[in-house]
């Protein structure tokens, strides 16, 4: 009996293990931790009971606000540079801006998510986006209280630029039937 | 937690009392062990595996025409008043609320319109339904159409414009 009491006092363990398993989660959570950047608007999906994910990738996204504004997002980068320089640039450099100035901006244009686009010049953008990269998968992503006159107009858009098949972004509503 | 042994205790003899500080020394790792705990839980209660549920839709081409018989066409038109107005071939079009009215949560269609959409579909196998959205009509109801087209299996539908034919026709419902 003694013997045992005597182990138990002042008694070690070995928490290496421990440690090495935190770490590696920890390294695994930092690396695979993508921030996301901050919204230009907040848009409030509309829920359905669809489970089908949206690829990461070749995503032309299309977001309306609640206010019934667009914006457009390319998600690789040299999508978003030949769009830059085919329709951005031709623009500001007509306005007046500088060389130094265009680069400047195309530097703030290939990191943004999403950019703001009037009414108008949305079917340019998107047979641009198209032509920039023909996988793209086009993607609306509309608030719930967008009204559905520019939503149609989204897909009329879409439809114009021969893209017939496309995605509704919505999240998953909890309620099971 | 940490503990170094060197690996030669020979250096013991020949280097003096300085060295032999170094020996089986212990370094306190909880600190770092604490951080990094810190930064673990940080790192997980913050991810989410974020990928979006989306819903497909198909449109037709513009130029393609597919003849349906009439008898087989139940339109759907959705005016901006939170109703549905549902005729199938050229009968007056019914009134039916989108959603029930005391669902404020307003997660899914009317039983009313359930019902009838379930109805229609068995009765007929050929039965194609165009929803037809006016311009003043929410986002949301197309969404929480199509879901629930989808969820009762029905793929045989499609969008289509509200015309001012339409109107007229939701002016005759009853």
Same mark, same amino acid.
Request: charged share 25%.
């Given at each position: 009996?003694?013997?045992?009491?005597?182990?138990?006092?002042?008694?070690?363990?070995?928490?290496?293990?421990?440690?090495?398993?935190?770490?590696?989660?920890?390294?695994?959570?930092? @690396?695979?931790?993508?921030?996301?950047?901050?919204?230009?608007?907040?848009?409030?999906?509309?829920?359905?009971?669809?489970?089908?994910?949206?690829?990461?990738?070749?995503?032309?996204? !299309?977001? !309306?606000?609640?206010?019934?504004?667009?914006?457009?997002?390319?998600?690789?980068?040299?999508?978003?540079?030949?769009?830059?320089?085919?329709?951005?640039?031709?623009? @500001?450099?007509?306005?007046?801006?500088?060389?130094?100035?265009?680069?400047?901006? @195309?530097?703030?244009?290939?990191?943004?998510?999403?950019?703001?686009?009037?009414?108008?010049?949305?079917?340019?953008?998107? !047979?641009?986006?198209?032509?920039?990269?023909?996988?793209?998968?086009?993607?609306?992503?509309?608030?719930?209280?967008?009204?559905?006159?520019?939503?149609?107009?989204?897909?009329?858009?879409?439809?114009?630029?021969?893209?017939?098949?496309?995605?509704?972004?919505?999240?998953?509503?909890?309620?099971?039937? | 937690?940490?503990?170094?042994?060197?690996?030669?205790?020979?250096?013991?003899?020949?280097?003096?009392?300085?060295?032999?500080?170094?020996?089986?020394?212990?370094?306190?790792?909880?600190?770092? +062990?604490?951080?990094?705990?810190?930064?673990?839980?940080?790192?997980?209660?913050?991810?989410?595996?974020?990928?979006?549920?989306?819903?497909?839709?198909?449109?037709?081409?513009?130029?393609?025409?597919?003849?349906?018989?009439?008898?087989?066409?139940?339109?759907?038109?959705?005016?901006?008043?939170?109703?549905?107005?549902?005729?199938?071939?050229?009968?007056?079009?019914?009134?039916?609320?989108?959603?029930?009215?005391?669902?404020?949560?307003?997660?899914?269609?009317?039983?009313?319109?359930?019902?009838?959409?379930?109805?229609?579909?068995?009765?007929?196998?050929?039965?194609?339904? +165009?929803?037809?959205?006016?311009?003043?009509?929410?986002?949301?109801?197309?969404?929480?159409?199509?879901?629930?087209?989808?969820?009762?299996?029905?793929?045989?539908?499609?969008?289509?414009?509200?015309?001012?034919?339409?109107?007229?026709?939701?002016?005759?419902? +009853?």
């Amino acid at each position: 009996m003694s013997r045992i009491k005597a182990k138990r006092i002042g008694f070690r363990i070995d928490m290496t293990p421990m440690v090495d398993v935190a770490f590696l989660l920890l390294t695994f959570f930092m @690396l695979t931790t993508k921030f996301r950047p901050p919204e230009v608007v907040q848009i409030n999906l509309p829920s359905s009971h669809s489970v089908q994910k949206l690829p990461e990738s070749n995503v032309l996204t !299309v977001t !309306v606000s609640s206010k019934n504004a667009f914006f457009m997002g390319v998600s690789s980068q040299q999508s978003r540079e030949k769009i830059f320089n085919s329709v951005v640039k031709p623009k @500001l450099t007509g306005a007046g801006m500088s060389a130094g100035a265009v680069a400047d901006s @195309l530097k703030k244009f290939r990191l943004a998510e999403n950019f703001n686009v009037d009414r108008d010049e949305l079917d340019k953008f998107v !047979v641009m986006a198209r032509f920039a990269d023909p996988k793209l998968r086009p993607v609306v992503r509309a608030d719930a209280d967008a009204g559905f006159e520019a939503v149609n107009y989204v897909i009329k858009v879409y439809k114009k630029a021969n893209l017939l098949t496309f995605n509704l972004i919505t999240v998953l509503k909890k309620e099971v039937r | 937690m940490g503990i170094v042994d060197s690996p030669n205790g020979r250096s013991r003899k020949k280097k003096g009392r300085r060295r032999s500080k170094r020996i089986g020394f212990h370094l306190d790792m909880t600190p770092m +062990v604490d951080v990094a705990f810190l930064l673990l839980t940080f790192f997980m209660l913050t991810t989410t595996f974020s990928k979006s549920n989306t819903m497909e839709i198909n449109t037709p081409p513009e130029k393609l025409e597919v003849k349906v018989a009439e008898n087989n066409v139940m339109t759907m038109r959705i005016a901006g008043d939170g109703m549905a107005y549902c005729s199938i071939g050229n009968d007056a079009p019914k009134r039916i609320p989108l959603y029930d009215p005391n669902d404020t949560r307003q997660l899914s269609m009317s039983t009313q319109l359930r019902t009838l959409l379930k109805q229609q579909t068995a009765a007929n196998q050929k039965l194609v339904i +165009v929803v037809k959205l006016s311009d003043k009509a929410k986002y949301k109801q197309l969404v929480d159409i199509i879901d629930e087209l989808n969820l009762m299996k029905i793929d045989r539908f499609s969008l289509d414009d509200y015309t001012e034919q339409d109107a007229l026709e939701v002016n005759r419902a +009853v």
